[in-house]
């Protein structure tokens, strides 16, 4: 009977488990193991770059495209990474992205000057942009439609959110006891034994024939590549100083706006279109692309907002900080597991109403956070919620989005969901961030002149003390911050209402697909800037 089943899944899934290899479960090992290191790559990094600063003598601004690079490679490469493996075949791009990325974590980890760590860093987005779509359609040819796809699906998507509390821990980890070289150094071992391990656990998809469509992937690219780059410059610093109306800020979104445009115009044109304009006509695939884009906004706006106020606010250290996230991990693997069962009783619909409610109402409860609380009466609760109703979102929205894809377009399809997450970060990060450091530098302005009208009435100069001007610097904060968090709830309530209105897919939809292909949340998109002292 088993040896019955596993012609069943081959046919069922062509180029998926390599021919009379192992399991699909080792299949799926490999392709969660390879995703954990691209998204926990993002978060361990962060954690050492005042480290980095200060051996590389980086100035704050140029600190940031430690993280710009990798985002702005990866993010432009996208579309183009997903289409090759359509046609050249994924495993192979899997392997190579594999490759590609390891080689420059290594590289990256020797640096001995600024230029050869963010030319390594962009190399590693590259890479990252070639692993992502690949192994996202691997899992489709692997598992069959239906509550195996919706399990596997489920892990893989854990696997990617979980990654960035593990990054978090690691890289505390690594840089306190041994070197910040080693945060990059770590990828080495583990894209080395997962390329060696993709060739006996996955087969290859055929090649197709066909130019790739050069107009579109240069428009594309450079089109997603300087939205992230104006998005990621615009935000307000948190001086309060606001960088919207910045020449190159400006220069950036007007060039995004044109490129993007003119890709628009090629893809219908195009015999053999990076983006098919197909994958678009249906309703329910558009709408969960829209709502996958809200949930890259407020998650990853969470995640940033959250660390720098546990640290910045209660003075947890980076380790503590990734601890603290264990809860939230947890919340995220239950709910995960918990869609493969409901998804095939109730449908997917009113689990994305129930993800999208669930966090609007944790990022609610989490926008009431002050300097004055606790991490168990303002943190813990709100984020088990949040990781619960993200979980919901990611995994069913994939489902929904990838639905009945023709195997041929299975890897343009996955990264057009990771390019829309890693412009919704990059959004969430710009617009949160301006809200945040807005309110943070009027609440410290407001303090201030409340303390010299105090004093003026009594006479005397104001000299307030260290202790004060922290209290008023941790006060400022928490306010920014939950403002921020405020905002974010309203991006999921927005999600809501896509989900509401655009999404009609039935369950019958679902469990009737032919070749659905799930995506779940790609490397880190738009990387977290920590603010750094020049």
């Given at each position: 009977?088993?040896?019955?089943?596993?012609?069943?899944?081959?046919?069922?899934?062509?180029?998926?488990?390599?021919?009379?290899?192992?399991?699909?479960?080792?299949?799926?090992?490999?392709?969660?193991?390879?995703?954990?290191?691209?998204?926990?790559?993002?978060?361990?990094?962060?954690?050492?770059?005042?480290?980095?600063?200060?051996?590389?003598?980086?100035?704050?601004?140029?600190?940031?495209?430690?993280?710009?690079?990798y985002a702005l490679a990866f993010g432009g490469l996208l579309l183009l990474g997903g289409r090759a493996g359509d046609r050249l075949g994924r495993r192979k791009m899997f392997i190579a992205g594999l490759l590609l990325f390891s080689a420059a974590s290594l590289a990256g980890g020797f640096a001995t000057s600024q230029a050869f760590l963010l030319t390594a860093r962009a190399i590693q987005g590259a890479g990252g942009a070639l692993v992502a779509p690949a192994a996202l359609a691997l899992i489709t040819t692997t598992f069959p439609e239906g509550p195996p796809r919706t399990r596997a699906l489920g892990v893989y998507a854990a696997m990617?959110?979980?990654?960035?509390?593990?990054?978090?821990?690691?890289?505390?980890?690594?840089?306190?006891?041994?070197?910040w070289r080693w945060v990059l150094f770590v990828n080495v071992p583990i894209g080395a034994a997962v390329a060696l391990a993709a060739p006996r656990v996955l087969a290859e998809t055929p090649r197709r024939r066909g130019r790739f469509d050069l107009p579109g992937a240069l428009t594309g690219s450079a089109g997603v590549a300087a939205l992230v780059y104006g998005l990621v410059s615009a935000a307000t610093s948190p001086n309060g100083v606001s960088h919207w109306g910045d020449a190159k800020v400006v220069a950036s979104l007007a060039a995004a706006a044109v490129l993007l445009a003119a890709f628009a115009v090629i893809e219908t044109r195009s015999p053999q279109a990076l983006l098919p304009v197909r994958l678009l006509r249906d309703r329910n695939r558009t709408g969960a692309y829209l709502s996958y884009g809200g949930v890259g906004i407020f998650i990853f706006g969470m995640f940033f907002f959250l660390t720098v106020f546990m640290q910045a606010v209660w003075g947890y250290s980076a380790l503590k900080t990734g601890v603290a996230y264990l809860?939230?991990?947890?919340?995220?693997?239950?709910?995960?597991?918990?869609?493969?069962?409901?998804?095939?009783?109730?449908?997917?619909?009113?689990?994305?109403?129930?993800?999208?409610?669930?966090?609007?109402?944790?990022l609610f409860w989490l926008s009431r956070i002050s300097e004055h609380d606790?991490?168990?009466?303002?943190?813990?609760?709100?984020?088990?919620?949040?990781?619960?109703?993200?979980?919901?979102?990611?995994?069913?929205?994939?489902?929904?989005?990838?639905?009945?894809?023709?195997?041929?377009?299975?890897?343009?399809?996955?990264?057009?969901?990771?390019?829309?997450?890693?412009?919704?970060?990059?959004?969430?990060?710009?617009?949160?961030?301006?809200?945040?450091?807005?309110?943070?530098?009027?609440?410290?302005?407001?303090?201030?002149?409340?303390?010299?009208?105090?004093?003026?009435?009594?006479g005397?100069?104001?000299h307030p003390s260290a202790a004060l001007l922290a209290a008023a610097y941790h006060h400022a904060l928490a306010t920014g911050f939950a403002r921020a968090f405020l905002v974010a709830a309203g991006i999921a309530l927005l999600t809501l209402a896509i989900n509401i209105a655009v999404i009609r897919v039935r369950r019958a939809d679902l469990a009737g697909a032919q070749q659905p292909v799930p995506a779940v949340p790609p490397t880190e998109p738009a990387q977290p800037r920590w603010p750094q002292k020049t």
């Open positions: 009977m088993s040896e019955t089943r596993s012609k069943t899944l081959r046919v069922a899934a062509p180029g998926g488990v390599a021919d009379g290899g192992p399991r699909p479960g080792l299949a799926l090992l490999v392709l969660a193991t390879a995703q954990l290191m691209v998204v926990l790559d993002a978060t361990i990094v962060n954690v050492a770059l005042p480290h980095i600063q200060r051996a590389l003598g980086f100035s704050g601004s140029g600190l940031e495209w430690v993280v710009n690079a990617s959110i979980a990654g960035g509390a593990i990054g978090l821990i690691g890289g505390g980890l690594l840089t306190t006891y041994a070197s809860p939230f991990t947890a919340a995220l693997l239950v709910a995960s597991g918990a869609v493969a069962q409901l998804v095939s009783r109730i449908g997917a619909r009113p689990l994305l109403l129930a993800g999208s409610a669930a966090a609007a109402g944790g606790t991490y168990t009466s303002a943190v813990l609760g709100p984020t088990m919620v949040i990781g619960a109703g993200t979980a919901l979102l990611f995994v069913t929205l994939s489902l929904v989005a990838l639905n009945r894809v023709p195997e041929a377009d299975a890897g343009v399809a996955s990264s057009v969901l990771n390019t829309g997450q890693q412009v919704g970060g990059s959004v969430g990060l710009a617009v949160l961030g301006t809200v945040a450091w807005t309110v943070v530098a009027n609440s410290i302005h407001a303090q201030a002149a409340h303390a010299a009208a105090v004093a003026a009435r009594a005397h100069p104001v």
